[in-house]
């Protein structure tokens, strides 16, 4: 098992965060009002097919920080299988505060 420091999560949370918001940012861009986004879509966005589980939880949190007032979680599987978990965002998006994993 390879060890992650702090750092790097902190690292990696940053990548999902800025991808995250790039993406909201572009489909916002062409006018959409909502979008439905799985943790899976994101995931294979910034990491790939390859599933690390420290990463997808990484990458649900994330996405779940992401919500603002509105926006709502479509399905979130009782299996803790993160691929399935599904926010709908609503757009277009407001500024909020970055949460620290700390």
Same mark, same amino acid.
Do not use: N, W
């Given at each position: 098992?390879?060890? &992650?420091?702090?750092?790097?999560?902190? &690292? &990696?949370?940053?990548?999902?965060?800025?991808?995250?918001?790039?993406?909201?940012?572009?489909?916002?861009?062409?006018?959409?009002?909502?979008?439905?986004? &799985?943790?899976?879509?994101?995931?294979?966005?910034?990491?790939?097919?390859?599933?690390?589980?420290?990463?997808?939880?990484?990458?649900?949190?994330?996405?779940?920080?992401?919500?603002?007032?509105?926006?709502?979680?479509?399905?979130?599987?009782?299996?803790?299988?993160?691929?399935?978990?599904?926010?709908?965002?609503?757009?277009?998006?407001?500024?909020?505060?970055?949460?620290?994993?700390?």
């Amino acid at each position: 098992m390879i060890e &992650q420091t702090i750092e790097d999560l902190e &690292q &990696q949370y940053e990548t999902f965060e800025k991808e995250l918001s790039k993406y909201l940012g572009l489909v916002e861009k062409i006018g959409a009002k909502e979008i439905k986004m &799985q943790t899976a879509h994101l995931y294979r966005r910034v990491v790939g097919e390859e599933c690390d589980t420290v990463k997808m939880l990484l990458c649900m949190r994330v996405m779940k920080d992401h919500m603002l007032p509105g926006d709502e979680i479509v399905d979130e599987p009782d299996d803790f299988d993160g691929r399935y978990l599904k926010i709908r965002f609503l757009l277009p998006r407001k500024l909020h505060k970055k949460k620290k994993i700390r």
